[in-house]
Antibody
Framework: QVQFVQSATEVEKPGASVKVSCEAS????????IHWMRQAPGQRLQWVGW????????RYSQKLQGRVTLTRDTSASTAYMELSSLTSEDTAVYYC??????????????WGQGTLVIVSS | HSVLTQPPSASGTPGQRVTISCSGS????????VNWYQQFPGTAPKLVIY???QRPSGVPDRFSGSKSGTSASLAISGLQSEDEADYHC???????????FGGGTKLTVL
């Protein structure tokens, strides 16, 4: 079965960077894009960006463009999200999810368990 | 910044039918299909409706979705206590070239 396992909670200081991993299993990693979302405490889900599992092409949200970098290691079926110049506003749970398309519709069908990133001095 | 609008809360008694609305614009719901996610506290979202009105395997047929113009709705009939959760709508936004989400609706089963 399709499954994503994300890395553990991270605590970082303002100005630092964080890198979160997302290991996929149960499907061919290179055939589907992986999207990243985040959810700050009490806030709505926010789309971060996506990476093509095969080509490595990326697209980022306008809000985070310049601070976020998505990469993947196909040999390890793992995607990574790195966020730099952290502020307290980046404190959130970060999720990876597979983007699947069927019948003209695309959606996130499987999600990782989430990684809590805390930014605090 | 384009976002989808949902009521913050909804409620119903066991057995009732409840609906949750999601309002967007021409660049998101008006141009693309809507998906709905169920989320329990401390867990990841789970897909319950995709493509406006399609149910993934394993989701009870008590869950249904619809879309008209720039709005969409999630309906849950025969409400059960285990349906108490947050529900989020989502759609692709052509102007942002990314996914936009609603603010989430907390469903309470009285």
């Amino acid at each position: 079965q399709v499954q994503f396992v994300q890395s553990a909670t991270e605590v970082e200081k303002p100005g630092a960077s964080v890198k979160v991993s997302c290991e996929a299993s149960g499907y061919t990693f290179t055939q589907y894009p992986i999207h990243w979302m985040r959810q700050a405490p009490g806030q709505r889900l926010q789309w971060v960006g996506w990476i093509n599992g095969g080509t490595g092409n990326t697209r980022y949200s306008q809000k985070l463009q310049g601070r976020v970098t998505l990469t993947r290691d196909t040999s390890a079926s793992t995607a990574y999200m790195e966020l730099s110049s952290l502020t307290s506003e980046d404190t959130a749970v970060y999720y990876c999810a597979r983007r699947y398309c069927s019948g003209g519709s695309c959606f996130h069908d499987y999600w990782g368990q989430g990684t809590l990133v805390i930014v605090s001095s | 910044h384009s976002v989808l609008t949902q009521p913050p809360s909804a409620s119903g008694t066991p057995g009732q039918r409840v609906t949750i609305s999601c309002s967007g614009s021409s660049s998101d719901i008006g141009s693309n299909s809507v998906n709905w996610y169920q989320q329990f506290p401390g867990t990841a979202p789970k897909l319950v409706i995709y493509g406006n009105n399609q149910r993934p395997s394993g989701v009870p047929d008590r869950f249904s979705g619809s879309k008209s113009g720039t709005s969409a709705s999630l309906a849950i009939s025969g409400l059960q206590s285990e349906d108490e959760a947050d529900y989020h709508c989502a759609a692709w936004d052509d102007s942002l070239n990314g996914v936009v989400f609603g603010g989430g609706t907390k469903l309470t089963v009285l």
